[in-house]
Structure formats: structure tokens, C-alpha cells
């Protein structure tokens, strides 16, 4: 694995990185963010800047107007929008867009393209993913999916209930995942303004980086033709798990951005500030938190590689995204969480973007499957693996 970057992409790298720091981070107090994340009017200023600039949808195939970045280009080009909290939105390489452009280029029809997923890539329209439901319904445990998908002559009718929808607020249309009469899971493609699809309500979060924020979603007697079922009957999970692996990696590779613009923070902070006869950042205890950032975020860093190295050489790096998952999500916790500690009060004020970040990130380890339920899962595969040694 040689991640020298190229130099086409080391100038798109630099290219972002001042894009983001002109153009964003100036934005970053604009009275326009709800706490339920930038309005719609801000977010469509933001990627009207990204489209002058020519970075907008990068990650989109070339036929969809995007760059068609490899997973490793990803890497490098999400990390440096997730340096500010506007940033992934501005390049309309936020969650859940980014997911449902990836699954969409792979399982849609041309038709579908034409419909939902152009508009999609231009940054024209937003998009949710319907799947997580209240108890008992699936949660981290998505085979406990309890929307139903009933055959009507040339429809479907959906009924159910969604929560933690982000995006939903707003959206165009969404992908619903939906069990069908043969007991599986199926995906679906739907106008958000149809009859019988209801947004309920906003959740309130700790974060505010989402435009649509996290909205409770009822589906009534939802009628949708059976053309714009998304893939084939009976594949939902299989999809979502196509959606899933590379999807969270650029969770990570946003989080990584945050972290660093973090740390960056805190170190001007240390380099400026005096306590005690001395610089800040000259005492003992300030100086290894700082060293502990650094190192928490090349172990992130290289993780994060290594999982977009499999994808890019065609692997499905399920594992690998799970690993890397837990490893960036604790690790951009802790050196955020330093951060807040070296910057004192500032650390947990709106004096700093540093709180704000503390905000956002922390339900990281819980969005994209919990720590924890990945670990089970990790822990599930070694049984399996070393079962499988013993026996040779």
C-alpha cells in the first residue's frame, strides 16, 4: 500500500483545503444554523459556492457531474471538508446524500438515475434513509424491521413507523426500507410529498450539522409503484450493507477533518496562551495531550487508508469498515475531548468551535451500528476464524 498522493491529487487536496477555509469556515457563524442544522437557504448558498468552485459532488461517477474519486481520493478530500462543520455540506458530501448517491449509482435504473439521483448529485435536492424504527422495530438490530411493503396490483402499500431519519425535514425523497410478503427486506424510492408519508416531528440532538436534522417518520398506507422499488424484491439488507461499508468509512474520513481542525484549535490556543510563567502549551501535562492528538489521528488516518485501499481493490471491507469505524469514532473522541480540556472555558463555551465539534461528534459512536455492536460482530468472525485454524 504506497498512499503517496499523486499529483492531481495533492493540488485537489490544496484546492479544498482553501475552499473550506475562505469560503466555509467564514460562514461558520451565520445565524442560519438551527439547532437542527443549516437551513435550507444556507445550505443552498453553501453548494452554490462549492459549484463555482468546481468541487461539488465529488465523490459522484463523472457521468453523474462528480470526479469519480476512489476511496482513496475520498479519504484525502473528505477529511479536509470535515475540517469545518459546514464543509461537508457545502461540497453535498454529507450523510445521508453521500450513502444514498453511492447505493444509487450501483442498484438504481436509469429511470430512477433520471428522477431522483441526477437532481441528487447537483446538489438540486436532498435525500433521507428510512430504516432505523422505534421498539421493538429495527434499531442496531435491523433484522427486527417491522414496516411492511404489501403487493396492491401495481403498487406497494408501506405502512410503518421511522425515527432518527436524518435529512428527513425537507428532503426530496427517501429510500425506505420495508419487509415484504416473503419475509424480506426491500428497498424503496419514494416522493416525500406522497399521500400517507408523514414527517411527524423534529428530534432534538446533540448535533446540529445535518440540514433536515432527525425526524420521527410515519408511513400510512404509503402507495408506491412497483417500478420504483429500489434493486430487487427480498434484497434490502444486501443493499444496505453495499450502502453501509463504504458509507461509514467517510464518516470516519469527515471525523478525522473535525478532529484536526480541533487539535489545530487547541495548539494555537497552547502557543498563544500563558499560565504559570510560561506558555500553555510548555507545561508537561498540556504538551502530552497534544501528543496524544497526533498520534490518535495517524492511527485514524491510517486505518481509514487501509479500509479504502481494500475497497479500491475490490474488496467488500466489511471487517475492515468496522474496525475502522470504532477505531476513528473513540479516537476523534479523545483527541476532541483533550481539546476541549487544554482550552479551559473557551473548551466548553460558544466562544470555540471546539464545543461545537464536542457536540456533533459524540454521537459518532453510536450513527453507522454502536461500538459495541460492532465489536460483537468482530468478535463473531475471530470465533469463526480461529475455529476454522483449529480444525486444520
Known amino acids: 500500500m504506497n498512499f503517496d498522493l499523486t499529483e492531481e491529487l495533492a493540488e485537489l487536496q490544496l484546492r479544498v483545503r482553501r475552499f473550506v477555509l475562505d469560503e466555509v469556515v467564514p460562514m461558520e457563524g451565520d445565524p442560519r444554523q438551527t439547532p437542527h442544522g443549516p437551513s435550507e437557504e444556507l445550505r443552498d448558498e453553501l453548494i452554490e459556492k462549492a459549484r463555482q468552485s468546481g468541487l461539488l459532488t465529488p465523490h459522484a461517477s463523472v457521468e453523474m457531474g462528480g470526479m469519480g474519486l476512489s476511496h482513496v481520493a475520498k479519504a484525502i478530500i473528505f477529511e479536509e471538508a470535515g475540517y469545518s462543520p459546514l464543509g461537508p455540506t457545502a461540497l453535498n ?18 429511470a430512477q438515475k433520471q428522477r431522483w439521483l441526477q437532481p441528487l448529485a447537483r446538489g438540486l435536492s436532498r435525500s433521507c434513509f428510512a430504516m432505523t424504527e422505534p421498539a421493538p422495530g429495527a434499531g442496531s438490530d435491523p433484522f427486527m424491521l417491522n414496516t411492511t411493503a404489501v403487493r396492491d396490483g401495481d403498487d406497494y402499500i408501506i405502512n410503518g413507523l421511522k425515527w432518527f431519519i436524518t435529512g428527513a425535514d425537507g428532503a426530496g425523497f427517501a429510500i425506505v426500507m420495508a419487509k415484504t410478503e416473503d419475509g424480506n427486506a426491500t428497498m424503496f424510492l419514494t416522493d416525500t410529498d406522497r399521500p400517507g408519508f408523514v414527517v411527524e416531528r423534529m428530534m432534538d440532538s446533540m448535533d446540529s450539522c445535518f440540514t433536515g436534522g432527525h425526524c420521527v417518520v410515519r408511513l400510512e398506507n404509503l402507495r408506491v409503484p412497483a417500478v420504483d422499488m429500489l434493486g430487487e424484491v427480498g434484497k434490502g439488507f444486501r443493499y444496505a450493507q453495499v450502502r453501509l461499508a463504504p458509507a461509514r468509512l467517510t464518516h470516519c474520513m469527515r471525523w478525522l477533518g473535525a478532529a484536526r481542525r480541533a487539535h489545530d484549535e487547541a495548539c494555537q490556543y497552547a502557543r498563544t496562551r500563558e499560565s ?87 454521537g459518532f459512536r453510536i450513527y453507522d451500528g454502536p461500538n459495541e455492536v460492532h465489536r460483537m460482530s468482530l468478535a463473531k468472525k475471530i470465533m469463526v476464524r480461529n475455529d476454522r485454524v483449529g480444525a486444520l
Not at 450513502?99 to 435504473?109: D, K, P, R
Not at 491510517?302 to 481493490?313: E, F, K, N, R, T
Open 276 to 362: 504559570f510563567g510560561k506558555l500553555l502549551g510548555d507545561h508537561q501535562g498540556v504538551g502530552f495531550m497534544l501528543a496524544d492528538n497526533e498520534m490518535d489521528m495517524l492511527t485514524t488516518r491510517l486505518s481509514i487508508l487501509h479500509c479504502a485501499w481494500v475497497l479500491d481493490q475490490g474488496g467488500r471491507g466489511n471487517v475492515e469498515s468496522s474496525m475502522t469505524k470504532v477505531i476513528s469514532s473513540e479516537g476523534i473522541w479523545r483527541v476532541i475531548d483533550r481539546c476541549v480540556q487544554v482550552l479551559g472555558g473557551q473548551g466548553v463555551s460558544g466562544e470555540s468551535i471546539v464545543e461545537r465539534i464536542f457536540r456533533d461528534a459524540r
Open 93 to 110: 458530501i454529507h450523510a445521508p446524500d453521500e450513502g444514498n448517491i453511492h447505493l444509487m449509482e450501483i442498484v438504481a435504473s436509469e
